[in-house]
């Protein structure tokens, strides 16, 4: 479905501005009415346009709350493994993380830049394109990330740890979650972990959390003034619960979606529970490619979110590469905007059958498409990385991590690789009735 024509607002506004500044010094009077009936104009459009009626057909195929969504459901495995396997798990937990890890390093300096901008800084480093390592050098070296952390720091010679970022942040959180309030934590337990935990958040997080610290209750956080709701925040956060749920994707699928629904809607709900289950999944198969269908077992079958993954699974052999996969997203999905969940999931979806079980061209591969690449390349190399375990990605990805992931959240600076693996097996092995 087209997407209107929307005209270009931010020149009328530049507009706006700039004429009201050059009849100021010239002079004029009567500026301030006319800036006043403008600002009155556009908040009228914002009330009107919410409190336009939706299509109730479409929504009946896209329910928000859980039983209905599990009752829309295809047919599923629900659960892959009986009991928890703890050195097979702990070999592909290992991989995942760190998967999920080095995608995330290797797309954030280079978040949202386009092909051609990122095809100029490989020339210009020397370095192959798509991209076989993390960068040797990014522009703006100094500037900080996440208020904490140099660009520089995410850049080959000069990584030591893993560097800061929300993609990361979320999975870190996710386990406190389970260690504060147990695996059947409520939404309402995720909002006070969010208050105690975030210092700052972005998009459809960021609305939620200062809702939430505004005293609005969490099962309202994500719908009060929030126009991100099907945006890709809760998307990234599927990681702990895919984790937290090893070979069980309708548990994991439960999880994520009492995380979601903090912030998020419709399409923003069913992206975190697709890859939260393809992640849980993962840990139980050998093909990415199963692992992505079983994910689409724990979400509406006509969901929009589903009928576009199904789209990008169909024509993923005509994707050969990251430009044709960019050129097809781009065609399909025109208007719709760039931190979307639909359009970077199948990114992400075209990164994974482009690369298979070969990790470096998994996550360079989807960087090269560009979008949200960070997050993009994050999901990827943590499905990929859960399949083919520590032992299947190449060491040059996690040499500089050493044990320590640097992070943003309160009262947690860093963590310890190592110490993570031990807390998540230890949540893990609950969830199949062991280490009460």
């Known amino acids: 479905m087209p997407y209107p024509e929307i005209p270009d607002y931010r020149r009328l506004v530049e507009q706006v501005t700039l004429y009201t500044q050059l009849k100021h010094e010239h002079g004029a009077k009567g500026i301030a009415p006319i800036l006043a009936d403008a600002e009155s104009a556009l908040r009228q459009a914002i009330e009107r346009l919410k409190a336009l009626p939706e299509d109730l057909e479409l929504a009946s195929r896209e329910p928000d709350d859980l039983a209905k969504i599990q009752a829309l459901r295809p047919d599923g ?14 070999e592909r937990l290992s991989g995942a993380l760190l998967g999920r890890m080095a995608g995330n390093v290797l797309g954030a300096p280079v978040e949202f830049w386009p092909i051609e901008r990122m095809e100029s800084l490989a020339r210009e480093n020397g370095q192959p394109f798509p991209p ?3 960068w040797q050098y990014v522009p703006n070296p100094y500037s900080l990330r996440y208020e904490t952390t140099p660009v520089e720091a995410y850049t080959r010679d000069k990584l030591n740890g893993v560097p800061v970022d929300d993609d990361l942040a979320y999975t870190l959180l996710g386990l406190l979650v389970v260690e504060d309030f147990g695996s059947h ?11 105690e935990y975030l210092p700052f958040a972005c ?29 890709i925040g809760a998307d990234i956060r599927s990681d702990p619960w895919g984790y937290l749920a090893p070979g069980l994707p309708e548990r994991a699928a439960e999880m994520a979606y009492r995380d979601a629904y903090i912030s998020h809607r419709r399409q923003g709900i069913y992206g975190e529970m697709f890859f939260t289950a393809a992640i849980a999944a993962a840990f139980a198969v050998d093909d990415p490619l199963e692992a992505l269908e ?16 199904r789209w990008a699974l169909d024509v993923a052999p005509q994707i050969g590469d990251y430009r044709q996969a960019r050129e097809a997203m781009d065609e399909r999905f025109r208007g719709m905007h760039g931190v ?21 061209r998994v996550i360079s591969e989807t960087v090269a498409m560009g979008m949200d690449n960070d997050c993009t390349a994050a999901t990827a190399g943590s499905i990929v990385g859960a399949i083919v375990g520590k032992r299947g990605i190449p060491e ?15 009262g947690h600076p860093s963590f310890s690789i190592s110490d993570l693996i031990e807390r998540f097996t230890m949540q893990a092995a609950r969830a199949f009735g062991g280490r009460a």
């Open 132 to 134: 076989t390592d993390y």
């Open 203 to 231: 998009t459809a997080e960021d609305i939620a959390l200062r809702n939430l610290r505004a005293g609005v209750p969490a099962l309202q956080a994500g719908t009060t003034d929030n126009p991100f709701c099907e945006w």
């Open 77 to 90: 495995p629900r659960t892959l493994w009986k009991a928890l396997d703890e050195p097979l798990y702990r």
């Open 294 to 309: 079983i994910g689409l077992t724990e979400i509406p079958a006509e969901c929009a979110l589903a009928q576009a993954v």
């Open 396 to 410: 040059h990805w996690y040499r500089n991590f050493g044990d320590t992931v640097h992070s943003y959240l309160i």
């Open 340 to 360: 979307h969940t639909i359009n970077n999931a199948c990114l992400t979806v075209w990164g994974i059958t482009i690369g298979g079980t070969d990790f470096t």
């Open 185 to 195: 934590f409520s939404t309402e337990d995720i909002g006070k972990a969010w208050v």
